[in-house]
């Protein structure tokens, strides 16, 4: 066999997994919107059955040796396709790191816990999941020995790896630094500078189903492409699907139209973000996302930094009043650019501002590498939670369902991915400079409702590369440098401090 036609058959195996996969991202889709509760034991069957059969493509002997043999002349491929097969080996040593029995006690860990973290949820009791946690816990450990291992690196930046390719701990402890010494002291001034001008809270409670016609009318303005995706409503708002069936939700409280509107906001720009990703290479492991900060960053940019403008409630006003059927001072767009700007000692990271957003990620990453290293045992984590709540956001909450247990993250093992958000948020603040650099009138056309210039910069900047580049090589492009907190701590003076 030639090392062309090696590669081509490996494009076969990656498309089949691409298929095999987006079956069960419409599954987990279904399992959360529409399923019956009493189907959740063939669901679990289900994803196993579908994952087994990709992980197996992807893990297999043949799998590697056509890696070798492509590997051989991967000069005579073009940059795409060498991109390619380089994004094919990654994914393979992480899967083939792994042995078959820890895949499984792994998948059999998440399945047990996830479900005990609905439990305790509705029971607000932590206990409820703590020893199902326990072994979550033991296994990513054992998982993250592995993969470090095979990638010559720490079992926690393994993790990291697994999330944001080539990011390590060095790299975010700096961030955390950087932000955790100054956003407290911001935090404090914004709150002395706000308390003169707070917003007028809207008394009229809003029907959820308003507040879906909102959200599909400002997606539909937005561009994205409802032949192809769909909005509904869930417990935890999400992103399911590829770039032929998008489909996203968002949690809708009918007294606080804010939350519902700003998650729909969220999970549009990871929307966009997916569908804007090059067609030619959908099924191909160059054609995804460059890692989860590079797609936190699409999904914040949009909610925070766009979202949250004051050109953006200049457009969104009248289109709020007429599907709301609301008027007042509360619904003006002056009143309501301040409700979106408001900041807050929160409880919940989901509906955190964007000053204090990064505080909330911070001390999930701190207590997760304490419960990942054995210095934080897991049965006290609700009252380190509580007390890093009081350090950073200045509360705490009266219950574990506002506190350690508002994520579902660590019980479906997903440790390492917690970074991804404030990297996110980092580089979203970074890529708004950008953009209002190459493009000064972009607000404005955002304020007549025109959002091209904005989703044709993305495109260019950010969508049109997929995984061809690393992250650093594509935050070089777009904006000149890597990652580099000094442009979020600029945006947040700037916004809350002088305008």
């Known amino acids: 066999m030639s090392p062309n036609n090696a590669y081509q058959q490996l494009e076969k195996r990656f498309r089949r997994i691409h298929l095999l996969r987006s079956i069960g991202h419409l599954l987990r889709w279904d399992g959360e919107v ?14 196993s059955l579908l994952e087994t059969e990709s ?6 002997r043949q799998t590697g040796v056509l890696l070798d043999r492509a590997e051989t002349s991967a000069g005579t491929l073009d940059g795409w396709q060498q991109a390619n097969l380089r994004e094919m080996r990654r994914l393979w040593v992480h899967a083939n790191a792994i042995p078959n029995r820890l895949v499984n006690a792994f998948h059999r860990a998440t399945t047990e816990a996830d479900m005990h973290w609905r439990r305790a949820v509705e029971q607000d009791d932590f206990r409820v999941l703590a020893p ?34 080539g990011r390590t701990t060095a790299d975010i402890n700096r961030v955390f630094h950087e932000l955790s010494s100054e956003l407290p002291h911001l935090i404090a001034a914004i709150l002395e500078r706000q308390s003169a001008m707070s917003p007028v809270e809207p008394a009229t409670p809003v029907a959820v189903a308003r507040q879906k016609d909102l959200g599909r009318r400002v997606m539909k303005a937005l561009g994205f492409p409802f032949h192809k995706g769909r909005l509904d409503e869930s ?5 399911e699907g590829t770039a032929e069936d998008i489909r996203i939700t968002s949690r809708f409280d009918k007294d606080d139209f804010l939350t519902g509107f700003m998650g729909v906001l969220h999970e549009t720009g990871h929307a966009m973000y997916d569908y804007g990703l090059p067609q030619a290479w959908a099924t191909q492991p160059v054609g995804r996302d460059r890692g989860m900060a590079i797609h936190e960053s699409q999904a914040l940019f949009l909610e925070m930094m766009i979202g949250r403008s004051r050109s953006f409630m200049n457009f969104c006003a009248p289109m709020i009043a007429r599907t709301f059927g609301t ?13 979106a700007t408001q900041v807050r000692r929160s409880l919940v990271r989901m509906d955190a501002d964007e000053v204090t957003y990064p505080l909330h990620v911070i001390l999930r990453c701190e207590l997760e590498e304490e419960l990942f290293s054995g210095v934080l045992e897991v049965r006290h984590l609700p009252q380190a939670w509580n007390d890093k709540m009081r350090l950073y956001i200045g509360v705490a909450p009266g219950g574990d369902s506002k506190g350690c247990l508002q994520d579902s993250h660590w019980p479906l093992g997903y440790f390492g991915y917690f970074s991804t958000y404030l990297m996110g948020i980092v580089i979203a603040a970074q890529l708004f400079s950008a ?5 000064p ?17 993305l495109d ?10 690393t992250t650093e090589q594509l935050l070089e492009r777009a904006t000149g440098e890597d990652a580099n907190s000094a442009y979020f701590l600029a945006y947040v003076r700037a916004k809350y401090l002088t305008a």
């Not at 992980?55 to 297999?60: E, G, P, T, V």
């Not at 417990?235 to 992103?239: A, D, E």
Request: net charge neutral; proline share 4%.
């Open 235 to 239: 417990l935890h708002p999400f992103t």
């Open 460 to 469: 260019r900047s950010i969508y049109c590369q997929a995984a061809k580049l």
């Open 441 to 457: 009138d972009v607000m404005r056309q955002i304020e007549l409702g025109n959002f091209a210039p904005l989703f044709d910069w």
């Open 34 to 47: 529409m399923m019956p509760s009493g189907s959740s034991g063939i669901r679990a069957e289900q994803l």
């Open 55 to 60: 992980n197996s493509i992807l893990r297999s």
């Open 132 to 165: 199902h946690l326990e072994k979550v816990i033991a296994v990513v450990r054992e998982k993250g020995r592995f993969v470090g291992a095979a990638l010559g690196c720490s079992a926690y930046d393994a993790l990291l790896d697994e999330h944001d390719p």
């Open 435 to 439: 953009l209002q650099r190459d493009n």
């Open 327 to 339: 008027q007042g001072a509360g619904w003006s767009s002056g009143n309501l650019y301040r409700l």
